[in-house]
């Protein structure tokens, strides 16, 4: 079956391209040029397009760039590798152009379009700046500005806030088609990881969850009243990171701190079930941290911590920094959750102790409490969400691509890939921010949310070990994400398995396909 992108991509040209293929002023077919975002195309883009191509012989759709879109925190909701591809379908267009200035003045310059068509919206209330701006510049070389008529107008928008769109799939196909990969390339991807070594670095915790049942208020005081039911523990923080980079099939060491209580006997055991091989530095002075939700009829009532955040000692820092100086390892992942392992008095420390040529991962998750991501520098890869990468840069108010560059610059790295939630991911790989391909997006694949705590540590594993046997960050990203969506349909810190992801690769091909 020949792809959208296969059949369409054809169209879409860079300016040098069109320069050639349009020739010099005056020309035999007049050409007239289109420009706008085109994030969802709606019938008064169409109705546009179609005037526009009934003024001229030669059409010529030109489309901003994703890092110049600013309205909103997450638009453009469809990529413009998507979005080139949309117009590209539509038969009255004749070629296609990812704008990559700011704004179209370069490329009316450079293309000199007999016409150039704006929305009858742009005359309303006398011309903007902008658009004087691109008057300027068609009038300057003898072209025309045509406004079309009004008589309907509809906003991407306001379609947008109604009900953003669902491509998830088609993006995810354009993104792949654009790179030369399958579906297949990720099944091999996946199924590679065998051998590989990991080496995690980080805080233990021991989720719970307490089930009870609600039995009612007291009448004198506002006091819940529940009856204790059961009570399940689950390992997490960096033991759960280390137990999913095991069940995908890698030779994994966990070095982290442990207090002497009965928690550290229930991770220890786990993970030697998990075949995860454990250099565990047993502190006396702490618990081990206890994360234990009260749960009642499927709420989450409350949630009772028992940690102690203080610094490691200066000798369990060096037993840790030796441990990450002697053990094997083609990754290293600090997993950081601020529970005393992680600060800045030992990060430096810590850092340095990374064997040279080892691949470095680091994911800091300290949203609530003092902590940055940008304090683990020049590493490979790094794994924050949107709040963690706003609270490390005391930036509210960015862009996700802003933000991302602004990230990206502070904390040094090779790829960052910030979780957006049930937005899915953004991964920016580039220092050159001003590049169309410095930024793509891939969207959640979850079907159904049950229990999202943990999806991210599904993802740092699978991605870590997508980059140790690919070295592509859109396949580590994709692979990612299906392991974050596996994690979030089940319930509690469970390891996904290889099978698990390779079920959602085939259940996403499925959809592509027109199967499911």
Not at 7 to 30: C, F, S
Not at 337 to 360: Q, V
Request: proline content about 4%.
């Amino acid at each position: 079956m020949i792809s959208l992108a296969d059949k369409y991509k054809h169209k879409i040209k860079t300016v040098a391209e069109l320069a050639e293929i349009l020739g010099p002023r005056p020309r035999a077919d007049k050409v007239i040029m289109c420009h706008g975002v085109f994030d969802v195309v709606h019938p008064g883009h169409l109705r546009h397009l179609i005037y526009a191509k009934s003024k001229a012989d030669i059409l010529v759709a030109s489309l901003t760039a994703d890092r110049y879109i600013t309205k909103g925190h997450h638009r453009p909701h469809v990529p413009q590798d998507l979005r080139a591809l949309n117009l590209a379908a539509f038969e009255v267009v004749d070629y296609v152009l990812i704008d990559p200035n700011d704004k179209p003045l370069k490329n009316l310059e450079a293309l000199q379009p007999d016409y150039f068509a704006k929305g009858y919206e742009y005359t309303v209330g006398g011309l903007p700046s902008k658009t004087q701006e691109e008057v300027d510049v068609v009038s300057a070389y003898g072209g025309e500005v045509i406004f079309t008529p009004g008589d309907i107008v509809y906003s991407s928008s306001r379609l947008i806030e109604m009900e953003p769109p669902n491509l998830q799939v088609e993006k995810l196909l354009a993104l792949m088609s654009a790179s030369g990969l399958t579906f297949d390339s990720l099944r091999e991807t996946v199924n590679s990881f065998v051998g590989k070594r990991v080496h995690v670095v980080g805080d233990t915790i021991v989720d719970s969850f307490t089930q009870c049942a609600m039995i009612g208020g007291q009448t004198k005081t506002p006091t819940m009243s529940v009856l204790f039911q059961e009570r399940q523990d689950f390992i997490g923080g960096a033991a759960v990171v280390a137990e999913h980079l095991r069940a995908a099939g890698a030779e994994v060491v966990l070095s982290t701190v442990l207090g002497e209580d009965p928690l550290k006997d229930f991770v220890l055991r786990g993970l030697k079930k998990s075949g995860v091989t454990a250099h565990a530095v047993i502190d006396p002075t702490r618990p081990t941290v206890n994360k234990n939700a009260i749960v009642a009829g499927g709420y989450r009532l409350l949630k009772v911590d028992t940690l102690d955040n203080r610094s490691i000692s200066d000798d369990i820092q060096k037993k840790l920094a030796d441990s990450i100086r002697s053990t094997p390892a083609d990754a290293v992942v600090f997993s950081d959750f601020r529970h005393g392992l992680f600060n800045r008095r030992t990060i430096p420390g810590l850092i340095s102790a990374i064997p040279e040529g080892m691949y470095k991962v680091a994911d800091s998750q300290v949203a609530s409490r003092w902590g940055n991501i940008t304090e683990f520098k020049a590493f490979d890869l790094i794994t924050p969400n949107e709040r963690e990468a706003r609270f490390a840069l005391g930036d509210q108010d960015s862009g996700i691509r802003p933000l991302a560059a602004q990230l990206y610059e502070a904390a040094q790295c090779k790829t960052l890939i910030l979780k957006l939630g049930d937005r899915g991911v953004l991964t920016c790989r580039s220092h050159d921010h001003e590049a169309l391909d410095s930024f793509f997006v891939v969207d959640s694949f979850v079907d159904r949310v049950v229990d999202a705590v943990g999806s991210g540590d599904a993802l740092l594993a699978y991605a870590t070990l997508s980059m140790l046997t690919s070295g592509d960050q859109i396949i580590a990203t994709v692979i990612g994400s299906m392991a974050a969506a596996v994690e979030c349909e089940a319930n509690g810190n469970i390891p996904v398995r290889p099978v698990d992801v390779l079920a959602k690769i085939d259940a996403v091909e499925a959809r592509a396909n027109y199967e499911a």
